[in-house]
């Protein structure tokens, strides 16, 4: 931590701060320039930067440190790989989910997950909980839901990936499911993060709307620092001005992300976008800027879906899609799983 | 939901959408106009406008009805006021909550208790379950410190009011505390409202960092819709580009939540700037603006404070700030509770 | 100017990062830390922090320098106050502009400019040139509306506010105007912020819709490094993902630039909120906040407006709440001017 | 326009809102539903829909015609395809173009263009103007600059763009140039628009940073409405909260506007995320999501640039890039040029 202190900043104002930052642990390093003082700070526990910067004669506080450790690179610098049954999620491959937004019945299962089998995929997704913003929505279909994207799952030799909302669902959630998805408004819910650390399967865990980058990586250190170094991010659109899609994608997490993080980032098109024609261009683009992985959903009659049919792809536009993604996955020399 | 067709769209795309939406349960009035064919639906089930868009001549579809029905002005006109030992919120009452941010000690707890009483407040805070950032930070005191501020507050004759982060924790929440808490990274957390819906004591819901006005009242809905009807909302900033002050704390959302629904609406200024010097100046300015209450951060000793004593005024800025809102209070008509 | 290496950071890179400051004129200090090597930097000329950011060890880069100079309380602790004929701006005046949108006719800005000097209005303001989002909109009567707004104010001594599109139009502007103002669209069209530093009249910044509180700043700088000290800034809403409201007024900005800064800060609820019926509480909000002034739109007729009449105050309605500005600015030590 | 009425509205009401939009010039269609009544309006001028909002017993007003009209797909079905020398945008045409932020020597230039036409650029861009933040900063060699690079683009063969910034150096820029930008900060410089909108070369509009896509094609609408067809657009990124990249690319922006405009899109991700290893993902990227042409600042030494150099390629990282750009645009059907 650097303290830069004020130019007009006076010999008193620089003792305070030096006994108030020794206080707390730090063990202080003065280096007083033409212009200003600048004191380094070592040791010492995790403190609320506002503290310091409110003390008289500082003008700035920098920490230089992050939050995050285990997900860093620093930590690790090698790429974390992610396998699941035939699944590759992370380092040169590109693992590709897809599945209808909620479960409805078995014969709509049956029929995603015998297409997306055809096709080459290695994951199934199908929500059982359901996050809705109105209580008077349908909120999915629970342990039976369950039942059946497992059912169906085993019979294609799928993995499955369905939304935990609550810690209370963990038992449940790890009989059926292979990896456990954190959605986009549980991405602060740090108790179920801090559980999600206990358990021995992937988690994959959603950007939040508002998210920074930062706030996704040390909802990503909660999980690992419990123990459960088998974390996923998936970045699904953030919060902006523009009212033409649901969010706004941001594809350039892909590289800002796998710069800084071992971690495997994924890209979720369809809640982004939130429109059908839209999750092609974007489910592309996000392979091109090398993406470990894609959550696309499909479904087998997207016009009957009781749930986001609106940005589900049909299993025909899904099956020209997956050969355009395997082009390019070659071109970033990624491999499709 | 109004369906406007497309000004090119033909008599076949027309049957097509009314089919459509006829098979949902709704009836269609079709309304011919010169440009353009517009379609009006009446009765049928909740439906995603969305996928009606995406039929062909579509050009765009208008719902005019809101999500929101229990915490609509048109379902109840007259102003909801909740009552909390002495403390009044709504109506032509502000109540002022005040306290620090994390329960600490008895002596911390204690101190502030007594000035804050001393000073008029009727509502004390103070946080037990702490939601942070990082894995590595203070989590709280659990339920030692929800026995330390109860305590207390009785002493002094305080309401209780503390933050909820987890369904398991409403018993013991319900035994220490008059008014339930929602954060801001759990207001959409549907399971928590659902559960909370279903016990009879105030609910103050912070508003999400990126949420809409319209997804914060769904989120009333929900407690709303469960039974319970002392429902208040809490604005603590939304996220925006500005650096300069943690959150922008957004005050148009004071008449604008007030004129569409009956609830109360506070504002916690600490939180939405994360700097003891605002807080003042938009505390006033809240009350200036017809806010139903106030939450702010008040620490003993900010200096020495757990978290976000950045944030927290000494108890006597705090006794300057008192006797200015009840003056501005005055001019807005609102007795200080 | 201070470089952070990273903790791995080599003699070799460090080296090389000195070499490169020192080259553009810096005289570099090196302090060693236990962690990492941090290198303090003085002198040389503006950089880009990024070019420094790229060399290999290096983590961060820190100014510690503002880009402003003029526009900062350091270079100024005083506040600046501007005095155009009766009106003051700044200190401890609050300056209030009312009248239309639009200069439409010499009937409108008559009734107007009377019933405005009748209330106490000092400063009355409409537009000549409108920045309009369609070309197929009314763009404003030009110079004629100018003689007309000069005719009225001279008639009841009140001082012109008018905004200035473009650099060609300043001769006429300077004839015909007390105060240019610079709308938000224009607040970076730095050609016309170096010639409005060239002039001796009051220029009133509005900041741009997604303007950091720094760039409003340097927006300012560009006129004050021309040579004309009478600048005042107004917010008027930043764009946020918020719907309910056209903008987002950040009245936190008051206090945030205010201590920075020792430039007026007015408030324009009008264009913030666009719904006439949120302009008496934000305007008494802002008042509370410590602004130094108000912008608001009172048309005699808002039903008839051309422009904008869905944000304008009748005479009546603004009557009432000047009133109710004049007691709040008694609570927070300011005259309303 | 539709005028949905509250469901309690009652007859004096509508009758009062029919004769409003009457006297506007508005034929009214009077639909009365079994809960609300709503009222098509046909004709008439345009009206901001919030003085309507505002009259008893309405609820919404709904604008269903766009404000951009030659600027529409439904006014062009088929691609506007923009050639200038050897280069093509639009349709099935990806155009790509290069050089540095700004022109600072002939040396440079030369050495720019020499390298990027061997790859096989047709067009070379630098700023002879430069829109800059600061007062302080360097602001661009002006006439000397643009002498300088039509005289190497003419040597190459090559188109020139370059930033126009203000309405009186369009003859310069016509002397010089082959395509004019317009800049992000002036995308709203109605005045320069409209003079635009009377020449006949190709004009690139680039979207502000807070710019809706809305607006951007209605800032296109002005060139358009002046007579000029040859209107490029160019996203770069918008502003959001997140700080890790300078701006956040906003790649749906592309789908979206050729859904809706005949117009080419282009993408600069240069200035989107100011970071040189983004650029090439982010170019990939944009180019597998369907855009237009891409505009990437390449200079012969980044290290030494006067401005940007962070976010430059080098001609070596270009050339690598332009070979994957050339793959990806194959897979998605388009030829660069």
């Known amino acids: 931590m650097l303290i830069i202190m004020q130019p007009q900043a006076n010999e008193n104002s620089i003792e305070k ?12 390093h003065i280096s007083k320039g033409e212009i200003q003082t600048v004191i380094g700070c070592v040791g010492g526990k995790t403190i609320d ?17 992050t939050g995050y450790k285990l997900a860093s690179r620093t930590f690790k610098p090698l790429d974390t790989v992610i396998e699941v049954k035939n699944a590759k999620f992370g380092g040169k491959y590109t693992g590709i989910i897809a599945g209808p937004c909620t479960i409805e019945s078995e014969k709509q299962m049956e029929e995603a997950a015998e297409k ?34 497992k059912k169906v799952a085993d019979k294609y030799n799928l993995a499955v990936i369905s939304e ?7 038992p449940l959630m790890l009989k059926y499911c292979d990896i456990l998805q954190v ?13 999600l650390g206990l ?14 980058i930062e706030e996704w990586l040390m909802s990503a250190e909660y999980v690992l620092s419990g123990g459960n170094s088998q974390v996923m991010l998936c970045e699904r659109g953030i919060r902006t001005f523009e009212p033409m899609t649901r969010n706004t994608l941001d594809l350039s997490a892909i590289p800002v992300v796998k710069k800084i993080s071992h971690l495997p980032v994924l890209v979720d098109p369809s ?50 899609l997956y050969g355009d993604i395997v082009k390019i996955a070659d071109i970033v020399e990624k491999e499709v799983k």
């Open 17 to 28: 701060v030096i006994k108030f930052v020794e206080k707390q642990g730090f063990t202080a």
């Open 49 to 65: 930067k506002r503290n310091i910067e409110l003390l008289d004669g500082v003008r700035e506080v920098v920490k230089i440190t």
């Open 116 to 149: 997306l089998a055809s096709i080459g995929v290695k994951t199934i997704r199908g929500g059982a909980f359901k996050p809705r913003t109105s209580p008077y929505s349908f909120q999915g279909m629970g342990e039976d839901g369950l039942k059946i994207i």
């Open 164 to 170: 935990i909302m609550e810690i209370s669902q963990i």
């Open 183 to 195: 959605g986009a408004r549980n991405m602060q819910n740090f108790n179920l993060l801090k559980e």
């Open 199 to 212: 358990i021995n399967k992937p988690i994959l865990i959603k950007r939040g709307l508002s998210a920074t």
């Open 271 to 320: 809640h982004a976008t939130g429109l059908r024609d839209k999750v092609a261009p974007m489910s592309m683009a996000a392979v091109a800027a090398g993406c470990d992985g894609l959550e696309i959903e499909v479904h087998p009659h997207p016009e009957c879906a009781i749930c986001d049919g609106a940005q589900s792809l049909t299993p025909d536009d899904f099956c020209k």
